[in-house]
């Protein structure tokens, strides 16, 4: 038994009635067709990848970006509110 039940036999007797029907160079072109289509299926899958890549790149920027300010307004408050008031208010 070969390939899902199908002996080689039986392969090889499709084989030749799909290559009696449609032509070697018909099967040329198909093939040729079908692995353009798969290459161009591949360079899209490998540029979206590409796209998320530097859309979460530009995504982590911008929250360290805020991050980094949110920590330069806490450490301007932190020493603002650690000077002595200078009131001038006396009681005489």
Do not use: C, H, Y
């Not at 899902?4 to 030749?16: D, K, R, T, V």
């Not at 099967?27 to 591949?42: C, E, H, T």
């Not at 360079?43 to 970006?65: F, I, P, R």
Request: glycine share 10%.
């Amino acid at each position: 038994m070969g390939i899902g039940g199908i002996s080689i036999w039986q392969l090889l007797i499709i084989l030749l009635i799909v290559v009696l029907i449609f032509g070697t160079k018909k099967l040329k072109n198909m093939g040729g067709d079908l692995g353009g289509a798969v290459k161009n299926f591949k360079d899209s899958m490998t540029e979206g990848k590409d796209e998320a890549e530097s859309e979460a790149d530009a995504e982590v920027d911008q929250l360290e970006n805020k991050v980094s300010e949110s920590a330069d307004n806490a450490s301007v408050d932190k020493t603002s509110a650690n000077k002595p008031r200078d009131d001038n208010k006396s009681s005489t």
